[in-house]
């Protein structure tokens, strides 16, 4: 029996992985002339370096955990260092212990001279709210602004007058009505529990080959889906260019795709989901990779920088400082990544145009930086969900409906997580479901 999987981003592969190795004959579509999705690696001078994602939550299993199944075990790194910076007030200023901005330390943030603090104590509601409203409401705008903004930025590239708090940052809600004491306990309480984060010599972009090498698992490239039809026994798929669609018979189908392919594929059969699908936007931005001869005068794994300020880039890593088998290379790897939601405008300048304004802003944060070697730009138009206030109940919609059909399930970055570790677990739960409904024969 056999399931179609659409999409081969990290998400889709994991579902792809979960049906094979629990019997299913799977063939993942992919729209595009490779797998990864958001994961990707590419060649920068004699390097080859991960363009997008590159690291991988260790807190949470999900993500080592497939990295482990799939025999990769022996490429896991951690970073040699995850000190971070805030490029503000003229100056790479060293990060205060926060949580996910919330200062976890308030005469640490007094010394860093980031930002002032303005505490105030107030209930937390049930409610979903901003994170801005939250935030500003009980720590005051400066710390929004030039931290938690900045954080959040990374790790969304979003704004957080729009962004969800429940889904964003649920660890900031549960702080409780006192922020600072919250963040200076939960600190305490995050501080034995081992790496942050974990990287694979080589890069994580050869996770997507390693799990789609998996037996029982066919992928098939550049075979867009244009939709999904129910049969009398199944459904049929219609893949491939509009002037020649071939069709596809499966049992059952996994839809790995972003929110708005998602939503058209599914519309017919839960067409309340693709209603809230559609509704949820997406950030466009690009990493700009330079290869150099000279490090910076900078210690550190990188740093983020406030929208406030005005600058082309948003964060920069010294990938060479943050990951050994980078700089074994003996090349200094420093990534940019410029543009947040809205801000597409910002992607319609060339290549050339990017690298240089971004390497302007890299030579002012670090004073000084030689001439690049080589350095490519990578865009990722439609980058980056946007979990905008009530993204949790368009999830449940999103969950209901798509649950009231047979056979059909949805997975991926658009629904509880961005992070490689949630869409793994999310394309694992999507497959799990598919088998335990039982309508498979291994
Ligand atoms: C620049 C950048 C850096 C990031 N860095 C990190 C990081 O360091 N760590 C981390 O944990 N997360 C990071 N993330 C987030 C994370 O990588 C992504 O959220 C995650 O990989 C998304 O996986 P996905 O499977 O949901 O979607 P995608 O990776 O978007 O995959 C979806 C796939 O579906 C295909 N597709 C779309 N429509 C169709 C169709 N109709 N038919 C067939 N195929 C279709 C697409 O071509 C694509 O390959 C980063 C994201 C970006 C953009």
């Not at 543009?339 to 060339?350: F, K, N, S």
């Not at 970055?413 to 793994?424: E, F, S």
Request: net charge negative; aromatic share 4%.
């Amino acid at each position: 029996m056999r399931v179609a999987v659409v999409g081969g981003g990290m998400s889709g592969l994991a579902a792809a992985y979960e049906l094979a190795s629990g019997g299913a004959a799977v063939v993942v579509l992919e729209g595009s002339d490779r797998i990864g999705g958001k994961l990707k690696l590419g060649s920068v001078g004699d390097l080859t370096l991960d363009l997008g994602a590159e690291s991988i939550l260790a807190r949470r299993p999900e993500g080592l955990d497939l990295v482990h199944a799939v025999g990769l075990d022996d490429r896991v790194v951690h970073p040699r260092t995850i000190s971070a910076s805030i490029w503000t007030h003229g100056a790479l200023r060293p990060m205060p212990p926060t949580v996910m901005g919330v200062p976890a330390d308030v005469d640490a943030l007094r010394a860093s001279g980031i930002a002032e603090v303005d505490p105030r104590v107030v209930p937390v509601p049930d409610d979903d709210v901003s994170v801005a409203e939250f935030v500003t409401d009980r720590l005051g705008r400066d710390v929004l602004d030039r931290l938690v903004e900045p954080l959040l930025g990374g790790v969304y590239a979003g704004h957080t007058d729009a962004l969800s708090l429940h889904a964003t940052t649920p660890q900031v809600a549960a702080l409780g009505p006192d922020l600072l004491a919250g963040a200076a306990s939960a600190r305490s309480a995050a501080e034995s529990t081992g790496p942050v984060f974990a990287g694979l010599v080589g890069g994580v972009g050869q996770l997507p080959a390693a799990v789609a090498a998996t037996p029982g698992i066919d992928v098939r490239l550049e075979s867009t889906v244009r939709a999904v039809t129910r049969t009398a026994d199944g459904w049929r798929l219609s893949v491939g260019p509009t002037t020649d669609v071939e069709h596809l018979d499966v049992d059952a189908v996994v839809v790995a795709a972003p929110a708005p392919a998602a939503a058209r594929l599914i519309a017919e059969d839960a067409p309340e989901a693709a209603f809230a699908l559609a509704a949820i936007d997406y950030a466009s931005m690009a990493i700009v990779t330079y290869v150099l001869d000279e490090p910076p005068a900078f210690e550190g794994s990188g740093f983020l920088v406030p929208p406030v300020d005005g600058t082309f880039i948003k964060a920069a890593t010294v990938s060479s400082s943050k990951w050994g088998w980078v700089a074994d290379s003996g090349r200094t790897v420093v990534r940019a990544s410029v543009g947040r939601a809205g801000e597409a405008t910002l992607l319609q300048h060339d290549d050339g145009d990017i690298a240089a304004r971004a390497l302007a802003d890299l030579r002012t944060a670090f004073g000084g930086l030689p001439e690049p070697l080589d350095w490519a730009v990578q865009r990722w138009g439609g980058g980056l969900p946007q979990y905008d206030v009530g993204h949790l109940d368009r999830v449940e919609i999103v969950e209901r409906s798509v649950a009231a059909v047979p056979d059909l399930e949805v997975c991926g970055a658009a629904y509880r997580g961005v992070g490689i570790p949630a869409v793994i677990a999310s394309g694992r739960a999507a497959a799990r479901r598919i088998l335990d409904a039982g309508t498979i024969e291994s």
